[in-house]
């Protein structure tokens, strides 16, 4: 058994912040049995010119779009080193970025996370690694959600696990995984229309005040998206043009919308907890009185009303929510991404086409050395070395 100490870095399109944790993992390439230990975790919200250019890039030139791109590396880069620095860390063998997602259209083989990996990785004397979508949609995968294959090792006590983020994804211990629905991309704007000064709604308190909008939520529910069968994957560009349109906020008031669409997904997430149950059903990996427990995290999980709605409907469908804490519920992302970035550094698959769809199971994310060699860079290296003479030995 041998432990590591990684950085993970997560920012998603609901434009909150950078979330960064700092954990512990601990196990054995051999045995590729895994735990972990949230060390320290925190957010670095984006302030009003980060979150405006990150909106406006996907409109962006290519000149421009380029020096954004090499802008938010300096701009992870320093906030990474600030995040070491004041915590104090001194044990760190690499940090892995997921970096922010400006494109991603794998149906037409590709996807764009902002954020140069070699621009970043000038601020550490440890190896820095992101870019970890391509090389899936090189092989026909998704890309995404990347998030159930470190539930496979972390989490695998977790029969089923959501992310409610921007966009809601579900997997299942590694087994499957893909996007359900939109979810906070949606209501922080429609909160946002309501409370130019709010940046979500908080407890889902507007949205407790509406009522459901029937016409509205049929709309949403017959989108062609829901008809396709996983893997599959979401992203900006689809929502602004085919979900928002729905929520019109001028023949509506913003509570009811609130209140449509917090049905809208629990619905959705009801509906894929369903699906999950019924092809383990099917493969016969699930006997049929067992009762299944979700595990929800995500910036959406803090959502009171939203939780009281999703616990009501999937016990009506026999299964448990989980408890877990908060900053479990807060970093997990992040936390995954620091797990996904030393598989790929330990020579280990990261992602997995069971998830994906991709023609194989990968390696993938861009690995960029630090400017200097240190001793810290190669530990991971010489314990790589100590198991392979271990192997050559008789």
């Not at 019109?248 to 369903?274: F, G, W």
């Not at 330990?346 to 960029?368: A, Y």
Request: include cysteine; proline fraction near 4%; charged fraction near 25%.
């Amino acid at each position: 058994m041998v432990s590591f100490y990684t950085v993970g870095c997560m920012s998603g399109s609901s434009l909150d912040g950078i979330d960064l944790c700092y954990a512990e993992f601990t196990g054995d390439i051999e045995t590729d049995k895994w735990q972990y230990r949230i060390l320290k975790a925190s957010t670095v919200s984006y302030d009003s010119d980060w979150k405006s250019k990150l909106r406006s890039a996907k409109e962006l030139r290519g000149e421009d779009l380029i020096k954004l791109h090499l802008e938010y590396g300096h701009f992870m880069g320093k906030t990474v080193k600030d995040f070491v620095e004041h915590g104090d860390i001194k044990n760190l063998d690499c940090v892995a970025s997921h970096g922010h997602t400006i494109f991603h259209q794998p149906n037409l083989g590709y996807t764009f996370q902002l954020g140069d990996g070699e621009t970043s990785a000038a601020y550490f004397k440890q190896p820095f690694v992101c870019n970890f979508r391509n090389k899936d949609v090189a092989l026909g995968g998704q890309g995404a959600p990347l998030v159930p294959n470190g539930e496979k090792f972390l989490f695998c006590d977790n029969e089923i696990c959501i992310n409610l983020g921007g966009i809601a994804n579900i997997g299942l211990k590694g087994l499957q995984g893909y996007d359900v629905c939109p979810c906070n991309y949606v209501s922080n704007k429609l909160a946002a229309i309501h409370d130019p000064t709010l940046e979500y709604d908080p407890n889902g308190e507007i949205a407790e005040t509406g009522n459901v909008i029937t016409e509205i939520l049929g709309k949403l529910d017959a989108l062609h998206f829901y008809e396709q069968l996983p893997p599959k994957s979401l992203d900006a560009e689809w929502i602004e043009a085919d979900v928002l349109p729905i929520l019109n906020t001028t023949q509506n008031s913003i509570p009811d919308l609130l209140m449509t669409y917090t049905e809208h997904v629990t619905n959705r997430l009801t509906e894929a907890c369903k699906n999950v149950r019924d092809s383990l059903h099917d493969e016969n990996k699930l006997k049929p009185k067992n009762v299944l427990k979700v595990l929800v995290t995500g910036g959406g999980a803090f959502n009171k009303h939203l939780i009281r709605l999703l616990q009501c409907k999937l016990q009506d469908q026999g299964f448990i929510l989980e408890q877990v804490d908060e900053v479990t519920i807060a970093f997990k992302e992040a936390l995954i991404f620091a797990f996904l970035g030393l598989r790929c550094l330990l020579n280990q698959t990261n992602v997995f086409r069971s998830v994906t769809g991709s023609k194989s199971d990968s390696i993938s994310g861009s690995i960029h050395r630090p400017t200097h060699y240190v001793n810290s860079d190669s530990r991971i290296i010489r314990y790589l070395m100590e198991k392979n003479k271990d192997r050559q030995t008789p």
